[in-house]
């Protein structure tokens, strides 16, 4: 992480089974300094080999954590509060009073988080649908929840860290 005070949430994916969602998520952690966990069989290789191949060149600058077993994760962190996303949640993720350090736990694409693990915790967060289909993609549904974590947490102008690193596509163009 960097040395500035910010730091987004702490994400936790468990079992991802999606290679390009984790990708997505992974990029997004890296832009927000949030720590990315994930916890169970993921559906892909982690290995070094199979980032480079898969192009992610935020990789070496995500603040990265594998365990095997979400319990063992639990473990470590069981001080703080875990938030259980699901669609079945108690409370909409869009008026949820995050804290600091709150640690925001998604379920893979297929199937969610378990029911026996969202039973063993108190604090549960939906996002709102409006029409009619059956779930958000992953990676979107991270990113809508952690930027709404930085807002509540930090405030609407929290992080302008992108004004660091110019557009690079067209940079030649617009020289001239």
Not at 57 to 68: A, I, K, M, Q, S
Not at 132 to 153: D, K, M, Q
């Amino acid at each position: 992480m960097s040395s500035n005070t910010f730091s987004g949430p702490t994400i936790v994916l468990h079992r991802p089974q999606i290679p390009q969602n984790t990708g997505n998520i992974s990029r997004l952690c890296v832009a927000l300094d949030a720590p990315l966990v994930i916890t169970g069989r993921p559906g892909f290789r982690l290995d070094e080999a199979a980032v480079r191949r898969a192009g992610l060149d935020h990789w070496p600058h995500l603040n990265f954590t594998y365990r095997t077993s979400f319990t063992k994760f639990w473990r470590e962190n069981q001080s703080r509060r875990f938030l259980m996303v699901t669609k079945v949640g108690a409370s909409s993720a869009l008026d949820y009073d995050y804290r600091k350090d709150d640690i925001i736990v998604f379920g893979n694409e297929t199937m969610g988080l378990p029911p026996t693990m969202l039973r063993r915790f108190k604090h549960s967060i939906y996002l709102p649908m409006c029409g009619s289909v059956r779930s958000l993609n992953l990676s979107n549904a991270v990113a809508v929840i952690a930027y709404e974590f930085v807002r509540t947490v930090y405030g609407s102008a929290a992080c302008h860290l992108a004004q660091q690193y110019p557009r690079t596509y067209y940079r030649e163009r617009l020289r001239g």
